[in-house]
């Protein structure tokens, strides 16, 4: 598999959090107010949203209010690739299957959406056949058809006018690269990608050439909605996706707003995963994060889109004086260093880096455990199968470095007097900043010289993504984070370490790791349909990437998030890396 330019930034599907209790807490209190700590719908206390909904209520109308300091990859679902367009696109497309409306880890299960059930699967793992649901339909009250599903699939092909998004579907379905895409496609309906069939227009069938696991899994994602041919303008696309949820587009300025109302020809007893409260849905962009912090804490929105939390200028003022409308979620996220071979070739002197590492700074520099996240030891988040939280080969839970072992790393590398080399981070990052300001000092304590570059990050593809131009800047430390597209070790880790997924441009493997070994493995992995066989075959690919010293994780990150008063079905979901389930919000009006 190959992954593209877009995919650094994905918050996918499925990057878990630890699995809680579900407790529904219900507010008291009404009011009329705009949002914040106004218009007491309630504010139930802090965490209250986590794992659990907070403000239950059934009550339609309103406008709910988002507001953001980033703006989309493409709102168009074959393309969009940041988690929180995952999470926002529910409001105006579907797909076969998706993610239950459920607090925490019950969010991960998959339920039927289009589709009647979640599909016949053949006894071989290689055939899935799915019959679609009376009553879905477009905005312009015309059926969903299979047809419409296969076409939405096809666009992920057409990587030259549509690039961006996941392409696990084409990965599985096409593995040879056969097919062109529906631009290119010679045949008179341009549904010409031979391995999904559809028979009739309530009948789709996709037939793998390989099993994988996952498929159900890669069947959720956006990427696998409905498109329209006589709706599709290709490049456009995103600018206004003709709708097949319960809104439409009604309004976009890009970098600046957002609006979408009622599809009024959405048929709720087709669908139910959507609640669909609010009238209108309002989306505001700006560019400074610390005024949008001050806005939401005013009123005047009801939460962030991006969710990455509120900094840490508010931080204080959040905590101490507003603390009942923040919840305190885990992301599903690992920060992280990566160290790219091409350029520290040598597996000791990688060694000696992490043992040099300072693991109590780095997370402090993250903002501490609460806003920063636990210490990592390992490269699989707790509770995707296979994690192991114990395994700790590098002592980095002792919250201090192990200077001996670095010093005797560096002698066995060569380098006992140390080394020079540069850590590469984004400038547009804060937060990545202060990690590589601490991890510099702390590599200074054993001769370890890493100068910092921060480059520009809205050109991280072209940057870090290039294996040549790592080398040839010298980039021996590269700060990064990752979240899973599905909760699966090859949702999570094949991206990182499976040497097939190098890319010339917009790579993911910035370590360049390529041990046949670790790629055998994951070729057994995802043939693998019980997720426990799987999930060891994964803890095995952990072992070997921790061996390779190619990582060094800092945080298994998390966010102090605002919820305003006026908001109602708040909880965290763990199949949104620990957003609210934006699709089942409502607001007091």
Known sequence: MTLNSSQRRRIAAGALLAAATMVVTTACGGGNGDGGSKGKAGAPGFNAGVNKVANASD?????????????????????????????????????????KSAPGAASTELVPDLATDAGKVSADGLTYTFTLKDGVTWEDGKPITSKDIKYGIERIWAQDVISGGPIYLQQVLDPKGEYKGPYKDTSADKLGLKAIETPDDKTIVFKLPV??????????????SPVRQDKDTKAQYGLKPFSSGPYKWQEYKPNKSILLVRNDKWDEKSDGIRKALPDKISVTFTTNADDMDNRLIEGEYDLDINATGVGASARAKVLQQHKENADNPQTGFIRYAVFPQTVIDNVECRKAIIYAADSKSLQTARGGPQAGGDIATNMLPPAIKGADPAADPYGKLAGKPDLAKAKEALAKCGKPNGFKTTIAVRNNKKIEIATAESLQQSLKAVGIDAQIDQFDGAQTSGIIGSPKVVKDKGYGIIIMGWGADFPSGQGFLQPLVDGRFILQSGNNNFSELNDPAVNGLFDQA???????????????????????????PFTHEKNIIWRSSRLTNVYTADAYNGRYDYASLGVVK
């Open 211 to 224: 099993a994988n696991g996952d498929f159900l899994q890669m069947l959720a994602m956006p990427a696998a």
């Open 526 to 552: 995802l043939k693998e349909t019980d997720p426990a066989k799987a999930g060891e075959l994964y803890k095995q690919i952990n072992t070997k990437v921790s061996e390779a010293a190619v990582y060094l």
């Open 59 to 99: 009550k339609k109308g309103g406008t709910l209010k988002f507001i953001g300091s980033q703006e989309a990859d493409s709102w168009d679902p074959q393309r969009g690739y940041y988690g929180f367009v995952w999470d926002f696109a529910r409001y105006y497309t579907r797909q076969l299957v998706t993610f």
